[in-house]
């Protein structure tokens, strides 16, 4: 089990609003600690789309962003593309564990 | 542009030892401010934190791995490595070397592109 919980799917059709959440608690995003945000598509290494919360990474479409509030984060995709259809994972510190913990990752699906 | 890739053993039997390298190009690995990680990733599952370190070659590993894995930095080669002791099929994975950017808080900016470690008697 994660660290970090995030829904195991979500799905929304071409030109749809979606949003993937990151729920931690006060060892690691409640804590203050940031929040990153990765891509994955099959079969190659994660891309890091947000960092430090809000900050999209050079590149990445400004239909990505990022927010966190509280315990939790989250990743919104604006009008949706079939190329977003992908693994998603966030990742944050814990003080706890004293090193980096990562969401269970959510797949979109673009119907 | 910074590039990393990882080199292993591929496939391996129960209680042997795993060696991981990976190979910086593009930048030094004992820049200020860099920290190096391993990531794994079990087939069909997320990613997990295996460990990081520091430019200066101080170590911090999961708690959950930390009696079996250890890892250095080899400056000569530009490049930092990976043991784990003991494996077993559940340490079967696509490894992944990263560098954590700026502090261990931060985010894993570069990664190479994974090496498959297959565990199997």
């Known amino acids: 089990q994660s660290v970090l919980t995030q829904p195991p799917s979500v799905s929304g059709a071409p030109g749809q609003r979606i949003t993937i959440s990151c729920t931690g608690n006060r060892s690691n995003i409640g804590a203050g600690f940031d929040v990153h945000w990765y891509q994955q598509l099959p079969g190659t290494a994660p891309k890091l789309l947000i960092y430090v919360n809000t900050n999209r990474r050079s590149g990445v479409p400004d239909r990505f962003s990022g927010s966190k509030s509280g315990t939790s984060a989250s990743l919104a995709i604006t009008g949706l593309q079939a190329e977003d259809e992908a693994h998603y994972y966030c990742?944050?510190?814990?003080?706890?564990?004293?090193?980096?913990?990562f969401g269970g990752g959510t797949k979109l699906t673009v119907l | 542009q910074l590039q990393l890739q990882e080199s292993g053993p591929g496939l391996m039997k129960p209680s042997e030892t795993l060696s991981l390298t990976c190979s910086v190009s593009?930048?030094?690995?004992?820049?200020?401010?860099?920290?190096w990680a391993w990531i794994r990733q079990p087939p069909g599952r997320g990613l997990e934190w295996i460990g990081s370190?520091?430019?200066?070659?101080?170590?911090y590993y999961n708690p959950s791995l930390k009696s079996r894995v250890s890892s250095s930095l080899d400056t000569a080669k530009n490049q930092f490595s990976l043991t784990v002791t003991s494996v077993t099929a559940a340490d079967t994975a696509v490894y992944f070397c990263?560098?954590?950017?700026?502090?261990?808080?931060?985010?894993?900016?570069?990664w190479g592109q994974g090496a498959l470690v297959t565990v199997s008697s």
């Open positions: 593009g930048g030094s690995i004992t820049t200020g401010n860099n920290y």
């Open positions: 990263a560098r954590l950017c700026c502090d261990l808080r931060g985010d894993f900016d570069y």
């Open positions: 990742q944050s510190y814990d003080s706890t564990l004293s090193g980096s913990v």
């Open positions: 370190l520091s430019y200066g070659g101080n170590t």
